[in-house]
């Protein structure tokens, strides 16, 4: 079974700068993939960016971008020039056969 | 830009009720899914759907959970007689493809359906 681990519960960013969220991950397969989402107080999930394990370049969106370290199996969220909007929790997902198996979460609160 | 839809966006209702939760996946998309968040918690997968079947489920999908597909454009979850903690943001997802298949989309979400239970 897939396991995701995010162990920030919760981080303050200034507004401007970056910030890491960090999710680590274990697996035994060679081909998988991974996710991240936002989840605003609204409650919605909003998909942000995918890593697949073959992708020889981290993945980039806008703003978001993704530290894939194979090796340390670590899929690190990147966040630059945070807005007041990007408060929100986040989370780290992987893909396991029919389903994605989430990580706990980590709510990022942004200062003006 | 095509969006998953589900009805209602909330519901409250008794201990012990039926409760249908409606979700209209992605027109073109195969794969149909139920996660559930208990509040200030992470998403936990329910069921997958396709081919007019249960592909897989966890164990919180036990007994009092269904799912159909009953017109073809429509997928809803049962939650037969309900308690206090089912409580919880009930989300559908649809995707193209498996998850472990190439043409696996991120799986896209509805905005969800808060459900309370007195």
């Known amino acids: 079974a897939q396991k995701i681990t995010q162990t920030q519960p919760g981080m303050f960013v200034q507004e401007k700068e970056a910030v890491t969220l960090d999710c680590t991950y274990d697996t035994s397969d060679q081909s998988y993939g991974l996710f991240w989402y936002k989840q605003p107080s609204s409650g919605e999930m909003i998909f942000l960016i995918y890593?697949?394990?073959?992708?020889?370049q981290n993945a980039t969106e806008g703003r978001y971008s993704l530290n894939f370290q194979k090796a340390r199996k670590s899929a690190n969220l990147v966040i630059s020039a945070s807005q007041l909007g990007d408060s929100a929790m986040y989370f780290c997902a992987m893909k396991d056969d029919y389903k994605l198996s989430f990580g706990a979460g980590t709510t990022v609160t942004v200062r003006a | 830009e095509p969006e998953v839809t589900q009805t209602p966006s909330h519901q409250v209702t008794q201990m012990g009720q039926e409760v249908i939760l409606r979700c209209v996946p992605i027109?073109?998309?195969?794969?149909f899914y139920w996660y559930r968040q208990i509040l200030g918690q992470k998403v936990e997968f329910l069921v997958s759907f396709y081919n007019n079947e249960i592909s897989e489920k966890s164990e919180i999908f036990d007994d009092q959970f269904s799912v159909e597909r009953p017109d073809g454009s429509n997928f809803t979850l049962k939650i037969r007689s309900t308690k206090l903690e089912d409580s919880a943001m009930y989300f559908c997802a649809s995707s193209e493809g498996r998850a472990k298949s190439i043409q696996f989309t991120p799986g896209l979400f509805g905005e969800g359906s808060r459900l309370t239970v007195l």
């Open positions: 027109s073109n998309h195969l794969y």
């Open positions: 890593q697949g394990s073959y992708d020889e």
